[in-house]
């Protein structure tokens, strides 16, 4: 793959490195936590970066444990469409909700927390699930002049894949990192990840093309 060195109008997204999300989190990503070297080695690389934090409050309704009879992973309707049900995690102000002690965070230019309006869940750093209500994301990086933004984080199967396709729907060139993230895969959820992010024309590099 040719190199793609970063550039001013470039951004940095990383996306929900959480403990959480780590092998002994609530709702543990396999190799979850693989992710924060190969991403503080890039971090250097890009003049601007951006991070994500998922900030439920408690009982959440993407939770399981709010739809009594129900267990995690199961899928039922909402009224924006299917959700798939979690484990609690990520609870606002909790130590699940912070980031991995060892992610260097001090350079990040913004913050977007998600998934705090307790009926909504939010996988995108762009939208929320109802598809309807902005984090406005969008409009600080249009403001910004950002072009193109690579993503990292976790997990390649829900919040990467959907903020990566939002990304290209509002006109962002997207470069997904693939081994600066790891996939929950749930039933065939990343191979569908891939080929949907595939199809929306984004580009897929490792850390090495870009200088981690």
């Known amino acids: 793959m040719a190199p793609l060195p970063p550039g001013p109008t ?5 996306v929900d490195v959480q403990n959480d999300f780590m092998p ?7 190799d979850g936590d693989a992710v924060v070297p190969v991403i503080n080695r890039l971090m250097p690389h890009f ?16 939770f399981a444990s709010s739809h009594p009879g129900r267990r995690p992973f199961e899928t039922v309707g909402m009224p924006y469409g299917l959700q798939t049900l979690w484990p609690d995690h990520c609870l606002q102000g909790a130590g699940g909700a912070a980031f991995h002690p060892d992610l260097a965070t001090n350079r990040a ?11 909504i869940d939010s ?20 403001e910004r002049s ?6 990292a984080g976790l997990a390649t199967d829900f919040c990467v894949r959907w903020s990566v396709e939002d990304a290209r729907a509002a006109g962002f060139e997207a470069v997904l990192i693939e081994d600066a993230c790891r996939a ?18 984004a580009l897929r ?8």
């Open 10 to 14: 470039d951004c940095l997204v990383v």
């Open 24 to 30: 002994s989190g609530a709702l543990a990503v396999p």
């Open 47 to 62: 003049p601007h970066l951006v991070l994500t934090q998922d900030w439920h409050p408690p009982g959440h309704l993407s």
């Open 109 to 119: 230019e913004m913050i977007v927390r998600k998934g705090y309006r307790p009926a």
């Open 123 to 142: 996988y995108s750093a762009f939208m929320e699930n109802d598809r309807t209500t902005p984090t406005g994301l969008t409009g600080y990086l249009r």
């Open 146 to 151: 950002f072009t193109r933004l690579f993503f």
């Open 184 to 201: 929950i895969d749930l039933d065939g959820s990343l191979a569908a990840a891939q080929a949907a992010m595939d199809r929306c024309g």
């Open 205 to 212: 590099a490792v850390a090495d093309a870009i200088g981690g």
